[in-house]
């Protein structure tokens, strides 16, 4: 059993953010296996379904993302899991636009909603799917920048991410982690 992680924040407000690209997988994901994010739990919307067989939990954590932990440290006390057990969908702005890339595990580094995970877990443990969403300018306020939206002329490659994102984790969930890294590691949509 897998608990997917989307990391973004809630609110109209938000929505078409570059912070937000770790929800808009899992409402991808959601489509495409038919499952319905719906249910108010754990600090976050949350449903259930299957892939090949196996029970997996979608979940978009509405703690705002600097607190993402508090949400995944509830769903995975309740359900007995480990960090292990958890994959994580997130905005990247060390890596190329539109690119795809898959830890295992590691350090949060930068990302303040996986700092928070690393921070109650207590674990670095947790695979990380990872989706480009540019870089900032030299003078430009991080924060402003991962709460701007995309310009037009990026908006269908970022979409054309997000999908093969959903696909990967697919691939991971019924094949494992390393399958997918196999298949999408450092690809660029």
Do not use: W
């Not at 949400?71 to 190329?96: Q, T």
């Amino acid at each position: 059993m897998y608990i997917i992680a989307g990391l973004g924040n809630p609110g109209k407000k938000y929505e078409d953010t570059r912070h937000n690209v770790g929800f808009k997988t899992i409402d991808v994901l959601a489509d495409k296996l038919n499952i319905k994010v719906n249910k108010i739990k754990f600090k976050g919307l949350v449903g259930e379904g299957r892939i090949a067989g196996d029970k997996v939990i979608l979940l978009k954590p509405h703690t705002f993302m600097n607190n993402s932990g508090e949400s995944i440290v509830e769903i995975l006390n309740f359900y007995k899991l480990k960090p292990e057990d958890l994959i994580v969908v997130v905005d990247d702005i060390d890596i190329e636009f539109a690119q795809i890339k898959i830890k295992k595990n590691g350090s949060a580094g930068t990302h303040n909603g996986l700092k928070s995970i690393v921070n109650l877990t207590g674990s670095k443990d947790f695979a990380r799917f990872k989706i480009g969403v540019g870089k900032k300018h030299p003078n430009e306020d991080l924060a402003n920048f991962v709460l701007s939206t995309f310009p037009s002329k990026d908006k269908k490659h970022i979409e054309d991410a997000v999908d093969a994102c959903a696909d990967a984790i697919i691939l991971a969930a019924r094949d494992g982690v390393d399958v997918a890294m196999n298949n999408y590691n450092n690809n660029i949509y």
